[in-house]
């Protein structure tokens, strides 16, 4: 990841504290093994992410759908060398799934650490995805976790000091059903990054780090297929859920095993909206883009 870094030009002084933190807080077995699926591109993200982090903050990554968040968050955890936990938000979460609960273990009830209690005492870094999905109640345990205190109290147990090496990253969507407004104390506990959406540079180098058997004409191609979507989509001619970029990703894996590609694309992208008149205007962006003779060998050398 460092020399990922290295090639992304992030600036030196901002590795040279990932290395020292490192050093500070060796990594554990289980962030060793860890690896994350994709890497994140941008070089102003990075750097603001890996300072405010280096820095003792949390951070609130914003942002529409295909902005990478989670593929950021995750990033970040295998960059700094820390176990990384994930809490997927939702109306229903309580307190005691995130920091525990009484559990009947061995003829007696012990307690059952959830994911932020272990990422406390571990020196993870958590993951709280869609934040703004849970319940203002359900999000005030969270105060004194992320505040100048960094203690979560255990009602009937102890109170436990976090980690320092512990760091909290949420994301958060705009304008999807089930969200609210995060209420300011909690958003004042975060520093907070809007997360932009990819350019089709980033986007052909992430075709090519996926798939480097791709022919360089059909990376500029898939990646100015989702550039068109994008913009359709901003200009209101389509709506979100034909921006898929896993989907792209997917249907790609599809071609190179051997299906079709106007088959694989419509199941990772055509096929996300169940409107007919969608349907056709994205099978119209793909044939644009994606000639109907093209094949796996045509696609990859």
Request: hydrophobic fraction near 40%; proline fraction near 4%; glycine fraction near 6%.
């Amino acid at each position: 990841m460092l020399d990922f870094l290295r090639e992304e030009h992030v600036d030196e002084h901002i590795i040279k504290g990932i290395e020292d933190f490192r050093r500070e807080h060796p990594s554990p077995e289980r962030a060793l093994s860890a690896r994350p699926r994709y890497v994140y591109y941008g070089k102003e993200v990075w750097e603001q992410a890996a300072e405010a982090l280096l820095c003792g903050e949390n951070l609130l990554l914003a942002g529409s759908k295909a902005t990478g968040k989670n593929v950021l968050a995750e990033n970040l955890a295998a960059l700094f060398g820390r176990p990384s936990y994930n809490v997927s938000f939702h109306i229903n979460m309580d307190a005691s799934y995130m920091i525990g609960t009484d559990t009947f273990r061995d003829g007696q009830v012990v307690f059952r650490p959830g994911p932020i209690c272990q990422c406390a005492v571990q020196g993870g870094f958590c993951i709280l995805d869609e934040i703004n999905m849970a319940r203002n109640e359900a999000l005030a345990v969270l105060h004194s976790v992320l505040d100048f205190r960094r203690v979560i109290n255990v009602p009937g147990y102890d109170t436990i000091q976090v980690h320092d090496a512990a760091r909290f990253i949420a994301t958060m969507n705009y304008g999807y059903a089930g969200t609210r407004e995060l209420n300011e104390a909690l958003a004042s506990r975060f520093m907070v990054i809007h997360m932009p959406e990819i350019t089709q540079e980033n986007l052909e180098k992430l075709l090519r780090r996926e798939f480097p058997d791709m022919n360089k004409q059909f990376t500029g191609q898939f990646s100015g297929l989702f550039a068109d979507i994008d913009k359709k989509c901003r200009n209101g001619e389509l709506t979100p859920k034909v921006l898929d970029l896993r989907g792209l990703l997917d249907a790609i894996r599809l071609i190179r095993a051997g299906l079709p590609p106007r088959s694989a694309l419509d199941m990772g992208i055509t096929n996300k909206t169940f409107d007919d008149y969608e349907q056709s205007l994205v099978r119209d962006i793909i044939t644009s883009r994606i000639s109907p003779k093209a094949d796996r060998n045509s696609i990859f050398h």
